[in-house]
DNA sequence: ACAAGCAGCTGGTCAAAATT
DNA sequence: AATTTTGACCAGCTGCTTGT
């Protein structure tokens, strides 16, 4: 099964997990509020039957605001957020990035992709690992940049978590990164090694001697 | 006091209509 | 065509009234 189809089902169970409980939660409010199916349905406009099916979680299709109109009624505030929980499904552009990379990288080398975080439980996972005799580097593939730093932090944590020496921040060659890139001068101190020597050394095998962020 | 009858309310099922 | 939502209907439960 393709990676974007255990992303789906992943995302498929949660969603019915959350229905299950939302209902439930409904269900204990509603009792303690002291309200019937049909009166809590008045209330927010729609059947007795429909709360029931709710409480029993049999609407996959609830929708945010119903549930939040239901919570309101109740005394309860819905709360809804997003978080890490995954490498999120990669596009071709992704992917053809990185083939870019392993294209210039000495065969000798290890190149492992999708390499998980060694913790328990831990869902995250690294682009790419590299590993030639004495070192270790992290490369971590973007194709469109956002937030620079929210990404050197995870990099950052990424890197720690699996005891690698060296970073390669690897960028589609776009004039939007290029100018991201070039907002945070900091960021020439965080990857010191240029990208043609980094390219260099990995061609030839070779630690890098330090971070790089690469174009390509 | 107690049983029987009744009304009202509840939650579940199902066919049909509405929506996507 | 498939899915969602609705209203009608049903069975079970509870509380009130009435007759014994």
Redesign the pocket.
Known sequence: MPTHDRAIHRGQRRGRLLVQRVGAEFLVGRLAAGL????LGHMVG?????I?RI??GE???LSIELAAKIAAVLGLELSVGLHPAGPPVRDRAHLALIERMHSRVSPAIRWRTEVAIPIAGDPRSADVVITGTGFGVLVEAETRLFDVQALERRIGAKQRDLGLERVVLLLADTATNRRAVARIPELARRFPVSARACLHALALGRDPGGDAIVFL
């Open positions: 019937s199916q049909r009166a729609v059947s007795h039957t429909m029931g409480e029993r609407t996959p299709s």
